[in-house]
């Protein structure tokens, strides 16, 4: 069966760095776009960052940008996101993604992780 693992979270003071990772079971994993989503509580799902299946196109929510990075190796079926400068509103359950369709749309996705917990204080 199709199984993607987040690991990394966990709990840093502001300005502090955290390196999450994704493995993905899928067979055919070079062919999916991977994205990384969040949920803080009492708000919606967001999106935050996804790169394409060739590593040629990626896409950043604004708050992220310069302080976010995401990469990929389709040897090792894995997708990591480097945060840097980290801020408490960047406290949310963090989930990766993967899919064929547009990158930034949370239906365009058909894999989901069970999501790892990032929290920042101040």
């Known amino acids: 069966q199709v199984q993607l693992v987040e690991s990394g979270g966990g709990l840093v003071q502001a300005g502090g760095s955290l390196r999450l990772s994704c493995a993905a079971s899928?067979?055919?994993?070079?062919?999916?776009?991977m994205g990384w989503f969040r949920q803080a509580p009492g708000k919606e799902r967001e999106f935050v960052v996804a790169?394409?299946?060739?590593?040629?196109?990626?896409d950043y929510t604004d708050s992220v940008k310069g302080r976010f990075t995401i990469s990929r190796d389709n040897t090792k079926n894995t997708v990591w996101l480097q945060m840097n400068s980290l801020k408490p509103e960047d406290t949310a359950v963090y989930y990766c993604a993967a899919g064929l369709g547009r990158l930034s749309p949370q239906e365009d996705y058909n894999y989901w992780g069970q999501g790892t917990q990032v929290t920042v204080s101040s």
């Open positions: 899928l067979r055919t994993f070079s062919l999916y776009n």
């Open positions: 790169i394409s299946w060739r590593s040629s196109i990626t």
